[in-house]
């Protein structure tokens, strides 16, 4: 059981919500509006179905037009977008957007997968507010460095190690020595995805490889290099406690899906992910995170990466996500939200103003059960070739089907991944469209699926493979010259999910 002993026991407030099906019942009669402002809607698939006046204003149409709830402005002259803030923001002053938002009416709230102080003052112009905490508390939250100290103060561990600017190899080696760590190592700065900012070093060549994003980038996170599995569990600090949701498994760094090694590149969830001992261990881990984060003035949805040491079975803190991730449409579609409710409806419950009594440790140990978990797998496809070229045509988003001969062809249109009958069949979310350029780190879309997608081992499942091979060769491009197309596009600046 999650250990709930360090949070008081609800107390019945008048006219509060005192149970489960009230919730759903005051979410179903929701009249405000409230959207989600993000490049996709991929984050918060389906919310808008157990949350009345709930919309998507995306940048990207992933599904052409044919989603009743997703509002897509026309494109309109703008500066280069360098985060997914930018893009948030770019929306948020679109003539088109400010009309659907005047249009509707009411007393406008706003949720993001990422946000900035300047995202927080066009909301308000809007006359809306973000249900989210600060920007500024955000950014503490999400540094890297920051983690480890609010694990600490937790008893949440992390690996092995020691926290310090990097002045050259000689300096790292001093460093490790000191810390007791060893020389093979895992650096991390304090911003950024794991694809981009984990450095493997255990040379000298390793380290001059990536000296100009070491050296001079502040303090640095040094750690032991440990043989791991990595797992990502999601959550939500409430008034009433943290919730806790499933622990999943995480794809990381396959070659057919990421050029980045150490990259994300998907999830699976499935009740025996892991020993039931690590399982409950990384939800009590979880448990006692969250609380703390209530302590530091955070509420509301995050994301924890667990590392499961193979040889001891030891379980380490990983990094802290205070946001909703690319894992969140996995938590939000298990079978305990269908049971219950999705956790990230507790997050607007949570920002409502709406007062509610929630027997935390009851809704935790429930969802702790494995009959709460139903097998389901994402996949989320970039393009790994160090190539730029300019798509000339692209697979829909709908259901897909793979044929005996292991050929995946398009089926139907569809925006419901539980459209997936058995595991012959695929969701995929189109991200990239005809006229778009195509270069190494492009996220191509998202193939989800029943089942799983590795085996035992954590390696790919050959079906797998031909899922993924099946969906790239759906896209068709032309060539384009690298240096015509400018160093901008060379590399990504920033991902999306």
């Not at 998507?56 to 360098?82: K, L, M, W």
């Not at 939800?283 to 955070?298: A, M, V």
């Amino acid at each position: 059981m999650v250990n709930t002993t360090t949070t008081e026991k609800p107390k019945r407030a008048s006219g509060a919500l005192q149970n489960i099906s009230e919730i759903r019942r005051y979410f179903h009669r929701n009249e405000n509006p409230i959207y989600f402002v993000s490049a996709t809607n991929f984050n918060l698939l389906g919310i808008d179905e157990w949350c009345k006046n709930f919309k998507y204003i995306s940048y990207i149409d992933t599904y052409d037009g044919r989603h009743p709830n997703v509002f897509c402005p026309s494109e309109q002259p703008h500066a280069e977008f360098q985060s997914i803030e930018d893009i948030n923001n770019y929306l948020l002053q679109h003539k088109e957007v400010i009309d659907l938002i005047k249009r509707r009416g009411g007393k406008p709230h706003f949720v993001f997968l990422m946000f900035n102080e300047e995202t927080e003052r066009l909301v308000e112009e809007l006359g809306g507010k973000v249900w989210f905490p600060k920007a500024a508390l955000r950014t503490r939250c999400d540094n890297k460095i920051e983690t480890v100290r609010i694990g600490d103060k937790a008893g949440v561990p992390s690996v092995p190690n020691t926290l310090s600017e990097i002045k050259d190899y000689a300096h790292l080696k001093e460093v490790c020595e000191k810390a007791g760590i060893g020389h093979d190592v895992v650096l991390q700065s304090a911003f950024g995805d794991s694809g981009h900012t984990t450095f493997f070093i255990n040379s000298e060549a390793d380290f001059r490889q990536h000296e100009h994003e070491i050296v001079g980038e502040g303090e640095i996170k040094v750690m032991k290099r440990i043989n791991c599995r990595g797992s990502a569990i999601e959550a939500c600090a409430t008034s009433q406690g943290t919730i806790v949701g499933p622990l999943m498994t995480e794809l990381v760094g396959f070659k057919e899906l990421t050029p980045y090694r150490g990259g994300w590149c998907g999830n699976e969830i499935f009740a025996t992910a892991f020993a039931k001992k690590t399982r409950q261990k990384a939800r009590e881990l979880t448990f006692k995170f969250g609380e703390q984060l209530r302590k530091e003035g955070y509420r509301g949805y995050f994301e924890l990466d667990f590392l499961i040491d193979q040889k001891t079975g030891e379980i380490w803190l990983g990094e802290l996500n205070p946001r909703i991730t690319g894992a969140s449409s996995m938590t939000n579609h298990a079978a305990f939200a269908h049971a219950d409710a999705p956790l990230f409806l507790f997050h607007l419950l949570e920002f409502s103003g709406k007062k509610f009594t929630l027997d935390v440790e009851e809704l935790n140990n429930r969802w702790a059960n494995p009959s709460m978990i139903d097998d389901w797998s994402q996949m989320v496809i970039k393009h790994t070739k160090d190539s730029v070229d300019i798509i000339t045509e692209a697979p829909q988003t709908g259901i897909y089907k793979m044929l005996e001969d292991g050929r995946v062809v398009f089926d139907r249109f569809d925006y419901h991944r539980r459209a997936v009958e058995s595991e012959n069949e695929a969701f995929f979310l189109r991200i990239v469209n005809s006229g778009d350029y195509r270069y190494e780190g492009a996220d191509l879309g998202i193939l989800v699926t029943r089942g799983r997608s590795m085996t035992d081992k954590f390696q790919l499942t050959e079906r797998s493979k031909k899922w993924i091979h099946g969906i790239k060769s759906s896209f068709e491009a032309r060539p384009l010259d690298v240096a015509s197309a400018g160093p901008a596009l060379a590399e990504p600046a920033f991902k999306i999910l």
